[in-house]
Every structure is written in structure tokens, then in C-alpha cells.
């Protein structure tokens, strides 16, 4: 079933586990050469140069100056992450929908040509939780003002068992999860891609950087969610 990646959950549901919460980065596959060069998901701020710019960008330059409450850092010193492959705006891209935070060509770009790496909240911590701002939560994009930010570990772990409740876990579509400075792809758990032949080219570029990740193939991923097909 498309979307699968997020499981229906009863009003009565346990609480989330967030050792063993998911994150998922998505990027173009044009954009692995920088990312292999640098060892790592590179936050704006700390240098990420992608070939295929997702950001619209005056999303971008908006994202460079909005601050993040309690902490020293703008929204640009993060990389961003989904905590769920049905995310609004990653089904944007699948639906080849108009959204303001994605460049116009990036809806017109195939789904089967992007690539999401998956890594783990506990991976993100990086054993930093007790540091405030290590990892920042939004109920919604980060950058959009009287959105719901938690900054301090306690904080964003009830923010995420709210939205995991919201709507039966549909909270957590429209949420972003922040990762301050850079991911080493040594916490990334798998290279999720669509089909086959990406799957041959992504292995092939990691070879050539001799890098080790797991690639697997997951279409449904890449399709719309049932909602929007219908």
C-alpha cells in the first residue's frame, strides 16, 4: 500500500518509540556526488551544495534568517528531515503538486530520480541530547512563524508523541525534524530509492566514493499516498 511507512494508529495507541523512530532526508540522485565528497547530509550553513536545489528560493533565503527560538542557530544551520514518507511536502513532488517551498522544478522532476536516506532519531542525537538545539522539532515547516518548536530534549520528545497521536499519526505529516550542522552517512541506515536501475546507479557512485550503505528498493516510497490518488 502506498505510504506505508507510517502504521494506523488507534486512539488508544501505546506511545511512540522514539529509539526506534525513523527520519527520512530526501534529495535528488544528481545531488550524491557532494554528499559522498563531504561524508555527510551538510545543513545549508555548513556547506551543502546541491546540484538539484529542492528549496524554492526564496524559501531558501527565508530559511537563512529565521531564527529558532532558545537556541544560537537559524533554520539554515540544520538539515532537515521528515518523520514519515507520506510528508505534504515530499507528496508534493510525487504528485508533481505546486508548493511554495520547492522550486518549481523540482514537481516537474520524475519521483523515481530522487533518493531518501533513512537514519534514526537515536542516530541524530548523536549521545548530544542533553544539548538544547542538538535536535528541534516543528509541528510544521520551521521556518513558518507560530508553528510549535521544541528545542530541549524533553520538549521534543512530547512534541513527537503529540503528533504521533494527532489525527492517528498524521500529525507527524506535516512536521520537520531539525539535525544541527550534519548527518555522517555512517548513521544513515539505508539509501531508500525506487527502482531498480537507481538502485545500480546509487550502489555504483558509493562504490566509486568507498562508501558502505545498504540500498534498498521501496516503489512505494515513491508513489502518491492513497489519499491523493484518489
Not at 502504521?7 to 529509539?19: F, V
Not at 558509493?206 to 521501496?218: E, K, M, N, P, T
Amino acid at each position: 500500500m502506498p505510504g506505508a511507512s507510517r502504521p494506523t494508529i488507534a486512539s488508544d495507541a501505546p506511545r511512540l518509540d522514539l529509539k526506534a523512530m525513523r527520519i527520512y532526508h530526501v534529495t535528488h540522485i544528481d545531488n550524491l556526488p557532494p554528499i559522498l565528497d563531504a561524508g555527510a547530509l551538510l545543513a545549508d550553513a555548513a556547506g551543502a551544495a546541491p546540484v538539484v536545489d529542492l528549496a524554492a528560493p526564496h524559501a531558501r533565503e527565508y530559511r537563512r534568517g529565521a531564527a529558532i527560538d532558545g537556541t544560537d542557530a537559524v533554520v539554515a544551520d540544520y538539515v532537515p528531515f521528515l518523520l514519515t514518507t507520506d510528508a505534504h511536502v515530499w507528496n508534493a513532488v510525487r504528485t508533481a503538486t505546486p508548493d511554495p517551498r520547492l522550486g518549481e522544478d523540482a514537481v516537474k522532476r520524475a519521483p523515481a530520480d530522487f533518493v531518501i536516506f533513512v537514519s534514526s532519531l537515536t542516530s541524530a542525537q548523536a549521545g548530544k541530547a542533553e544539548v538544547a538545539g542538538t535536535i528541534v522539532v516543528s509541528e510544521s515547516d520551521a521556518a513558518v512563524t507560530g508553528a510549535a518548536v521544541a528545542t530541549e530534549w524533553a520538549d521534543v520528545q512530547r512534541l513527537l508523541q503529540r503528533l504521533h497521536r494527532d489525527e492517528e499519526g498524521a500529525g507527524l505529516d506535516g512536521a520537520e525534524l531539525l539535525v544541527r550542522e550534519c548527518l555522517p552517512l555512517d548513521d544513515v541506515a539505508l539509501i531508500a530509492v525506487a527502482n531498480e536501475p537507481v538502485r545500480d546507479r546509487v550502489r555504483a557512485e558509493l562504490a566509486g566514493a568507498g562508501v558502505r550503505a545498504r540500498v534498498a528498493v521501496y516503489p512505494p516510497w515513491f508513489q502518491p499516498t492513497a489519499e491523493s490518488a484518489e
